[in-house]
């Protein structure tokens, strides 16, 4: 879909900007408040199970306000809080400190309170259209400037003083107003083709779980003699399997250095393998900190070697990877190490992020921040082996099954970030003149856009 272009422009006078539509104005924020700009406490309050929702920077995900798993306050601290900022319907918070530049519109009736890392922006609806301006403050040449204004220490800051100076276009409330119709509309057009790709590669994930799971459990070859696995949800195994404990597959199974590993980090030398570089089936090896030779070394027994299996104790407890050749002599800390024998470690990491494996992890699993196992609990999972050869056909087989789904996954990953990237051309393209959408008619069939916000933790 094209759009023309405004029929004149004239220069903005601010070089990111560049040309304009001739009837637009160009303004700071301030022009189309009807108050200051505000956030919350800078004190924590404190927290409850239960009262009036508490939102902080976290609380915008993808443009939206999420109430789900939020903090809450009581009904006193919310009235103490609302003498300061009070957020309404059709209010802008925008994240100003972390997350600096986070921004979504109110769409509820519910009160709540917000934490000072929010930013409270009241639009003067009577002269301006608060979704035109929430639109404007997501756009590539607001951002810009929210970037180019903030500061940072240990994170990202934009100050108080600095939101009213962002320079906004301004053109008339009636062109505000269908710019911001158009824009729900065919950003909601795009969010929909988003969601499609997303329910896709959940489907493709699924699938390829489903082959690993069978064949690590069911085996290659469906007329081979089959036997009661002693598990209800199971089933049957193939008859020559041998059920064993995980300690009596590998010859030693230890955890990573647990010790103090960040007095090990070196600038340079192997790599050090934590938790968050382990991928089902690999490791971002390129991600990983170095740790160097006479240190791996001093961590004789946590030492890598290709071919060892490497399992992520915190976080998504469960998740694992063979170690590849580039990580030898390398080390790894807070992991599971299960060394390398007389086992194919790829069968050995498809049955490990199998169902099989990730339902005996669930039972042992703890922790509500951070799920993790201990080593003890996790040595005693059981598995059905079959012979080396058998291993490796399985491997064979699910290496190519997992290629062709992993293809199909990051293809539809190209197609989420290409819309992505088109809807946030569209939207700078309509609040900065660079496409003339006044031609434009919402289509019959199309619902209201602005629909309140999903309150279901509330």
């Known amino acids: 879909m094209s759009f023309p272009q405004y029929p004149e422009y004239k220069n903005s006078g601010v070089e990111w900007l560049g040309e304009v539509p001739a009837h637009w104005l160009i303004s700071a924020l301030s022009r189309n408040l009807r108050c200051p700009v505000t956030d919350g406490p800078h004190s924590t309050p404190e927290f409850l199970g239960e009262g009036v929702p508490f939102l902080s920077v976290d609380g915008i995900q993808n ?40 921004v979504a519109r109110v769409k509820t009736e519910v009160k709540f309170s917000i934490w000072s890392p929010l930013a409270l922006i009241k639009i003067d609806s009577i002269k301006a259209s608060p979704t035109f301006f929430e639109y404007a403050l997501k756009s590539e040449e607001v951002q810009f400037q929210i970037t180019q204004k903030s500061n940072s220490n240990t994170q990202l800051n934009i100050g108080m003083k600095d939101i009213p100076k962002l320079r906004v276009c301004f053109p008339p409330l009636s062109e505000q107003n269908l ?37 690590v459990t069911k085996g290659l070859d469906p007329d081979v003699p089959m036997k009661d696995s002693g598990v209800e949800w199971l089933g049957e195994v193939p008859a020559h399997w041998v059920r064993k404990r995980l300690k009596n597959v590998s010859p030693f199974i230890t955890v990573g250095i647990v010790v103090n590993p960040s007095s090990y980090l070196a600038e340079e030398g192997l790599p050090f393998i934590y938790g ?183």
């Open 276 to 458: 968050g570089e382990i991928r089902e089936g690999y490791i971002e090896v390129d991600k990983a900190r170095k740790i160097s030779l006479g240190d791996s070394h001093r961590n004789r027994k946590t030492m890598l070697e290709a071919g060892d299996v490497v399992t992520m104790r915190v976080g998504y407890p469960g998740v694992t990877a063979v170690v590849p050749p580039e990580c030898e002599g390398g080390n790894c800390a807070s992991v599971m190490l299960i060394k390398k024998g007389g086992y194919d470690s790829r069968w050995l990491c498809a049955v490990m992020n199998s169902r099989l494996i990730r339902n005996q992890v669930e039972m042992v699993q703890y922790g509500a921040a951070q799920k993790q196992f201990n080593i003890s609990d996790a040595v005693e999972f059981w598995l059905f082996e079959p012979q080396v050869d058998e291993q490796a056909s399985i491997a064979d087989y699910i290496d190519r099954a997992s290629t062709g789904f992993d293809q199909l996954v990051e293809e539809a990953s190209k197609n989420m970030k290409l819309l992505k990237e088109r809807r946030s051309a569209l939207i700078s393209a309509a609040v900065t003149g660079k496409i003339d959408v006044r031609g434009w008619t919402p289509p019959a069939d199309s619902a209201p856009a602005d629909q309140e916000t999903r309150m279901e933790a509330v």
């Open 63 to 102: 443009g939206e306000l999420v109430f789900e798993n939020c903090r809450y306050v009581s009904e006193k601290d919310h009235q103490e809080f609302s003498k300061k900022s009070l957020p309404e319907k059709d209010d802008i918070l925008m994240g100003k400190a972390a997350s600096v530049g986070k």
């Open 179 to 215: 710019i911001a119709a158009f824009l729900d509309h065919e950003t909601a057009r795009i969010d929909a083709l988003v969601e499609e790709q997303q329910r896709l590669i959940a489907l493709l994930k699924e699938k390829r779980q489903a082959v690993i799971s069978h064949a």
